[in-house]
């Protein structure tokens, strides 16, 4: 076998598992149906049955792709193509536009993981959107991402490629290129890797710090958060290490090329200090996920989640931390601590354009008993970084169970006049909150009226 030349694959399979074609690559089940699009042969068979019965069902498939119509709400279904491997995909209702759904019982990506997590979405220079995630599972190698692509605005989708290893990636564009920035595995080397044809494929990507080579390991920690160009440099956050992990920021002059690891300078990891916050009934020092975010004052500080279940108070606050822009290898010092209302998972900060004033989408944390809670999702807004405000729920499922259904880490961008935001979302059958079986795309058409 030949020697391969670049990151992505379609798709990737280890080299000793069988490559079995046609091979579904993408999975979008709805209320009483299933629709898929697979690799290989486009015409082709398309079999089904409800798990666990002997008999399949079939319907010719064309051009790669089928819909799987009039199939019961609310269970699960064995999907193959032809002599391709078996999928497994639960019926239901789903929010928003699916954009990929994976089943915590689908086996087809188990050397990676079984969950869709990290969320990340951008315009690229081409002008379709681009959305990618990776497959996760507790204590699982953890190594592989999938790019989706939309030439309709968000309406449909359709699989791109895979890339490997690749994890916890963050896909952004600066001066016209398009980039991502990942770890290769949890704890692994930190990358970065670039797209010449709208993410279609991807070069090898270059090692900007090397991590652990196992789990155990310390190595990068991050997730994808923005890529903030501020002051002539392009700035972003990860951590370092196992829980409690170190804060640290990596940044590249705007005008370097980023693709040269010579040109990266990373700040030293700080661990919390749990005096920092002036709160003796708080012992915490997990400090994770943090967002560079340009402040009302100009300067640049990292905003990180703050881990407080257990404590006094149990929920609530944020940890800011000063960068130093004149000394980008300089540590993060604390600044303040900020009250915010979704601190125990992930979070962006982002100004609204033309406006004073900070959006964020939160997993919204209603009181005591529920800190840990993930299935209320919520657009808040500050204009000072200082005191949040609830703008509106976007998903409201408190009455499903919170340790089976959650809405988490979403990315988001503003464009004109519309909000657009990718959700990794646990729901109809997901293993549980946290483990997400799909993501989602949504859009608030013009998002600045609910501000008034």
């Not at 953890?142 to 309406?155: K, M, T, V, Y």
């Not at 895979?162 to 290769?184: E, K, N, T």
């Not at 990292?302 to 960068?323: F, H, K, W």
């Not at 900070?358 to 800190?371: A, D, N």
Request: proline fraction near 6%; charged fraction near 25%.
């Amino acid at each position: 076998m030949k020697a391969h030349t670049q990151w992505s694959y379609r798709p990737y399979r280890p080299i000793l598992w069988e490559k079995k074609l046609p091979f579904i690559c993408r999975l979008v089940p709805d209320e009483t149906g299933v629709y898929l699009d697979w690799l290989g042969d486009g015409c082709q068979r398309v079999y089904w049955r409800k798990r666990g019965e002997e008999e399949f069902f079939s319907c010719p498939g064309e051009n790669g792709s089928c819909r799987i119509s009039g199939l019961e709400p609310d269970t699960d279904y064995e999907i193959r193509v032809g002599e391709g491997e078996l999928r497994l995909a639960r019926t239901g209702i789903y929010p928003g536009t699916v954009v990929n759904y994976v089943h915590h019982q689908d086996n087809v990506y188990a050397f990676s993981g079984h969950a869709l997590c990290s969320p990340s979405m951008v315009r690229t220079p081409q002008g379709h959107l681009l959305s990618s995630m990776d497959l996760f599972s507790s204590r699982a190698p953890q190594n592989l991402s999938l790019i989706f692509r939309s030439d309709d605005d968000g309406a449909t989708w359709r699989y791109v490629c895979d890339l490997f290893p690749c994890f916890w990636g963050r896909l952004f564009v600066h001066r016209g290129r398009l980039f991502i920035i990942a770890v290769s595995t949890e704890f692994g080397d930190l990358l970065i890797g670039e797209s010449k044809d709208g993410g279609n494929t991807w070069g090898n990507p270059t090692v900007l710090l090397r991590g652990g080579c196992k789990r155990e390991e310390d190595g990068a920690h991050r997730n994808p958060q923005p890529v903030v160009e501020h002051n002539g440099r392009l700035w972003f956050s990860l951590e370092w290490g196992h829980s409690p992990y170190a804060g640290l920021h990596g940044s590249v002059p705007a005008d370097a090329d980023p693709m040269d690891a010579e040109n990266w300078l990373f700040s030293e990891p700080v661990k919390m200090d749990p005096t920092w916050t002036g709160e003796p009934g708080i012992t915490s020092t997990a400090i994770l996920e943090g967002c560079m975010t340009v402040c009302p004052d100009g300067r640049l500080r990292n905003i990180y989640r703050y881990q407080l279940i257990g404590n006094t108070p149990s929920y609530g606050l944020a940890v800011v931390m000063d960068v130093n822009e004149a000394d980008p290898e300089a540590p993060e010092t604390f600044c303040r601590m900020m009250s915010f209302p979704g601190n125990h998972s992930k979070f962006m900060i982002k100004p609204v354009p033309g406006e004073e004033l900070y959006l964020s989408i939160v997993s919204r944390i209603l009181g005591p008993g529920c800190e840990g809670n993930r299935n209320l999702l919520s657009l808040v807004s500050s204009r000072d970084l200082e005191k949040w405000e609830l703008v509106c729920d976007l998903l409201d499922h408190r009455e499903d169970d919170p340790k089976l259904v959650g809405f988490q880490y979403v990315d988001f961008f503003f464009e004109g006049d519309d909000l657009l935001w990718l959700c990794r979302t646990a729901i109809n059958g997901a293993k549980n909150f946290h483990d997400a079986n799909c993501q989602t795309f949504h859009r608030i058409k013009n998002y600045k009226n609910l501000l008034i």
